[in-house]
């Protein structure tokens, strides 16, 4: 029993992808599990940077089998741009990718009805990446306007089931937007049924693929997507998106029970950011936040929106990393906070006036959040090349002593750049 969770405790873009395909070469299968192509994990491996939105990182591992799981919903069109540019790369996927018969499709319904309601809530939106995640998700909690992969490759069950999901969309979306002048059935049609016919070789019953594989002893890497402040049953609701980004995600997403998981990784930015709407505590509106923005190239992947930066904020991270059940910690851009003279964690909350280390679970106790700040000298020295920890200054020594210490986890993993080789493994 040697499987891996790769997991972000924080709000998303912590350098999972960095991590997970740091760690593949140990294991057989890299599977996804939640989430579709809002998530943007960056890749830098032999002077190539490759960005993955619904692959798994494996996938760039020749010989290892990558997963898209029941928990993921699947745009097809941006899924085969992705697979397209990588072929054209040189990296073959063909008989190494499996996709779940039970995953959820996306369809150009879910972005209108998105783009409609954030627009709608003005100040108030959530900031999503408007990839027409959320609506999709609803479908498939709702049921009855849901389309899975299986659907979609029965012709003639696919046909009815789309007719109906149309009109009611269009009855939904008219109501929303008289001026829209609503879907037309057969192009939408004739546009997934060529899909469906370069999805059938990939597709699978993957629940059943995983449970054969663990029984023949393989191990897996399970690649989270977002942080678990996007959680939406823990996170920061509602600015959250709509799945369960903690580790609590990782049996419903992938059908594998976590008694198969040895080791669950929670990946943390050595300070904090996010994406989109939502309060944000100790979030530094000022040159600090402009300097690591730049220094970290803090603009996201996915949608090119600058993130928002803040110092550590260790409550948050203490509270996923119980949430999660984390075996030790992953600190990835160490290197960014190079440029600082001092660095401040966020070590409790102050709200009203009582001290707290507990994480409100109410947006408005969040807002009213005063941070309470340890102030820790910087090394001001390049650490991008060391590769051994007892190298590391004494003061970035401290930094991440400070961090395992309040976060509660062991620190088994710095990572100090993008590439592959810019990581400290044996962090004792
Ligand atoms: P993910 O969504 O969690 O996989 O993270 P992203 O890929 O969206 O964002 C992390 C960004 O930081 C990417 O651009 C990585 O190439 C980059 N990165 C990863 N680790 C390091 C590091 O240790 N130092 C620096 N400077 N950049 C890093
Ligand atoms: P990775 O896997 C950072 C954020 C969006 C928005 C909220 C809801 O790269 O860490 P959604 O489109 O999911 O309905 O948007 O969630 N968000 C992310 N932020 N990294 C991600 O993924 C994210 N995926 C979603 O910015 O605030
Ligand atoms: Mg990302």
Redesign the pocket.
């Known amino acids: 029993m040697s499987s891996t969770a790769v997991i972000?405790l924080q709000w998303?873009?912590?350098?999972?992808?960095?991590i997970v395909d740091l760690l593949s070469p140990r294991h057989d299968i890299v599977v996804r599990y939640l989430g579709g192509n809002n998530?943007?994990?960056?890749v830098?491996c032999n002077g190539e940077?490759y960005k993955l939105s619904l692959l798994p990182s494996g996938i760039l591992h020749e010989g290892q089998i990558s997963v898209i799981a029941s928990g993921v919903v699947i745009d097809p069109k941006a899924f085969f741009a992705e697979l397209d540019a990588l072929t054209a790369r040189g990296i073959a996927v063909d008989s190494r990718l499996l996709i779940s018969d039970r995953a959820h499709l996306i369809f150009p319904h879910h972005q209108l009805e998105e783009s409609i309601l954030e627009a709608s809530l003005k100040d108030d939106a959530i900031g999503t990446t408007m990839r027409g995640i959320g609506p999709c998700y609803r479908d498939k909690a709702g049921r009855t306007h849901a389309i899975r992969m299986g659907d979609l490759l029965r012709a003639d069950f696919f046909r009815k089931r789309l007719q109906d999901v149309i009109a009611y969309k269009n009855r939904l979306l008219v109501g929303l937007n008289p001026d829209f002048e609503g879907l037309d059935f057969e192009a939408i049609y004739k546009e997934y049924c060529t899909y469906a016919e370069r999805f059938q070789p990939y597709v699978t019953n993957t629940t059943a693929y995983l449970h054969d594989a663990l029984d023949d002893g393989k191990r897996i890497i399970f690649e989270g997507a977002q942080g678990s402040m996007l959680d939406v049953d823990h996170g920061t609701f509602p600015y959250v998106t709509s799945s369960n980004s903690s580790g609590c995600g990782i049996h419903a997403g992938s059908g594998v029970p976590e008694k198969y998981i040895s080791k669950m990784i929670g990946?943390v930015k050595s300070y904090s950011t996010r994406v989109g709407g939502g309060p944000f505590p100790t979030e530094l509106d000022d040159e600090t936040g402009q300097l690591i923005r730049d220094t970290?190239?803090e603009y996201g992947?996915v949608t090119g929106r600058p993130r928002r930066c803040r110092w550590f904020d260790a409550v948050a991270v203490h509270y996923t990393a119980r949430l999660s059940g984390v075996d030790c910690i992953a600190v990835?851009?160490?290197?960014?906070l190079s440029v600082l003279d001092d660095i401040q964690v966020c070590e409790a909350y102050e709200i009203d006036g009582e001290r707290t280390t507990h994480f409100p679970s109410h947006v408005e106790d969040l807002l009213r959040v005063k941070p309470v700040y340890r102030t820790l000298p910087g090394w001001k020295t390049d650490i991008s090349q060391i590769k051994n920890y007892a190298d590391l200054p004494e003061n970035a020594k401290r930094y991440i002593a400070t961090i395992s210490e309040l976060v509660g986890s062991p620190v088994e993993l710095v990572?100090?750049?993008?590439d592959r080789e810019?990581t400290i493994i044996d962090c004792q």
């Open positions: 972000g998303g873009d912590e350098a999972k992808g960095k998530a943007g994990h960056t830098v940077t990946v970290g190239k992947t990835t851009l160490l290197d960014v990572s100090v750049g993008p810019q």
